[in-house]
T-cell receptor, first 112, second 113 residues
Framework: DQQVKQNSPSLSVQEGRISILNCDYT??????FLWYKKYPAEGPTFLIS?????DKNEDGRFTVFLNKSAKHLSLHIVPSQPGDSAVYFC???????????FGEGTQLTVNP | IAGITQAPTSQILAAGRRMTLRCTQD?????MYWYRQDLGLGLRLIHY???????GKGEVPDGYSVSRANTDDFPLTLASAVPSQTSVYFC????????????FGPGTRLTVL
């Protein structure tokens, strides 16, 4: 039972354009969501998070949108830069729980 | 501040051997986690610990054991390694358990032949 799904294994965009990474979840108890970025041979690093009491959170070039009714979140990167090329994982969890559940990851490639 | 360190960086192991992956954090975080990353499967939780002295099973605990004798250390042991345990292993920690930001170590690449 894959509670968090990232249906696009890869995404390629041009430098300067918008990157949109998508994530769907099935567990209605999840009330906190995070995005992580992972470069090869490194551990994942935290990027941005959102609580279910919000529908949008912004940090510089990164914005996360949450649609609770659709159980869908997305990460927007504007403008995309070649250094953004990495694997992006979304994760969901319950504030009162013990763990996060991660998606499969999406490989983003930003072409110069 | 080192954050989270893992050792070894990589290891090649014969099937049937015992192996302990080490993880140490210096952030005084209460919760710690072990994940494995496999292509197309993302990060899957093996075991976790909400606080020193307690542990719990994640999604894929079979063949692995953990202990949490103190706040800083969270070793992962493979009692008798099998080829399907070939993976990249990440340790993580968070200040609180549950939906809190987790901070990851650099990973251990394990190959079981």
């Amino acid at each position: 039972d894959q509670q968090v799904k990232q249906n696009s294994p890869s995404l390629s965009v041009q430098e300067g354009r918008i990157s949109i990474l998508n994530c769907d979840y099935t567990n209605s108890m999840f009330d906190y969501f995070l995005w992580y970025k992972k470069y090869p041979a490194e551990g994942p690093t935290f990027l941005i998070s959102i609580s279910s009491i919000k529908d949008k959170n912004e940090d510089g070039r990164f914005t996360v949108f949450l649609n609770k009714s659709a159980k869908h979140l997305s990460l927007h990167i504007v403008p995309s830069q070649p250094g953004d090329s990495a694997v992006y994982f979304c994760a969901g969890g319950e504030t009162s729980g013990s763990r996060l559940t991660f998606g499969e990851g999406t490989q983003l490639t930003v072409n110069p | 501040i080192a954050g989270i360190t893992q050792a070894p960086t990589s290891q090649i192991l014969a099937a049937g051997r015992r192996m302990t992956l080490r993880c140490t954090q210096d952030m005084r975080h209460n919760a710690m986690y072990w994940y494995r990353q496999d292509l197309g499967l993302g990060l899957r939780l093996i075991h976790y610990s909400n606080t020193a002295g307690t542990t719990g099973k994640g999604e894929v605990p079979d063949g692995y054991s953990v202990s949490r004798a103190n706040t800083d250390d969270f070793p992962l042991t493979l009692a008798s390694a099998v080829p399907s345990q070939t993976s990249v292993y990440f340790c993580a920690s968070s200040r609180l358990h549950g939906a809190d930001t987790q901070y990851f170590g650099p990973g251990t690449r394990l190959t079981v032949l």
